[in-house]
Every structure is written in C-alpha cells, then in structure tokens.
C-alpha cells in the first residue's frame, strides 16, 4: 500500500500545519453517524498525529477546544491516501476564522504535495 510522507522540521510553519491537522481532525468531523470505517480513519489519523508529537499544558481540555502538542522535527506522518482525503475534508469542514485561511490553505496544499512512498511490511 502507499502512504504520503508529511516530513516535519522545527519550523514554525510546520508547527503551524500540524496544529491545524490536529484541529481539522478534531473539528472538522460531520456532525451525526459516519459509519465505522471512517471513525477508524479518524482514529488512526489521530495515532499518527499522537505518535510523532508530544501534548503541551493540561490532559484535558473543555468541550470544543484543540489539546495544544509539539510535533517532533525529523518526524513524519505516514498516512494512507484514503487517510489523506478524509484529513483534507476536514480541513475543509472546520469552521475556520477568515484570519487562519492563508494557513488552512498552505496546510491542505503541504498535504497533498507529500510524497507517496511504498510502506513497508512486517511480514514478507
């Protein structure tokens, strides 16, 4: 299967990208049922976020709030393709402030530049 490699650094732009896609995954999501195969995605989306990053402040946050984290540079998100569109939608759906649309777009488009790569098996 391939996944796009989103490679981060210690710059504040790609800070900025990642807060958004943690944002995006937690904001983003239609309201109501979405049927089990995307609340995987959403939870694989939010490991690979949770797995190359690490939580700033208090473990929990009011209802509607964005857990602050700091993304480990040299680190890269590995997500599959259908993991990428489901990421880009929610960009798309969070209610975003006019403010931050520079950034949202700069995000999206860091997105689906990536650059797909074969992912490695644990089993030949």
Known sequence: ????????DDSARNQRRFDLYVAAILLGAPKGARGLEVIRREARILDALDA????????????GDVP???VHAGRALLLSQPECDL?????ERAEWVPLV???????????SAAPPQRELSATP
Not at 54 to 63: F, K, R, S
């Open 101 to 111: 649309s520079r950034d949202v777009v700069d995000a999206a488009d860091w997105l």
């Open 1 to 8: 299967m391939l996944v796009r490699v989103v490679a981060f």
């Open 87 to 91: 990421l880009t939608q929610y960009l």
């Open 52 to 63: 190359i990053s690490d939580p700033v402040g208090p473990e929990t946050v009011a209802a």
């Open 68 to 70: 602050r984290r700091v």
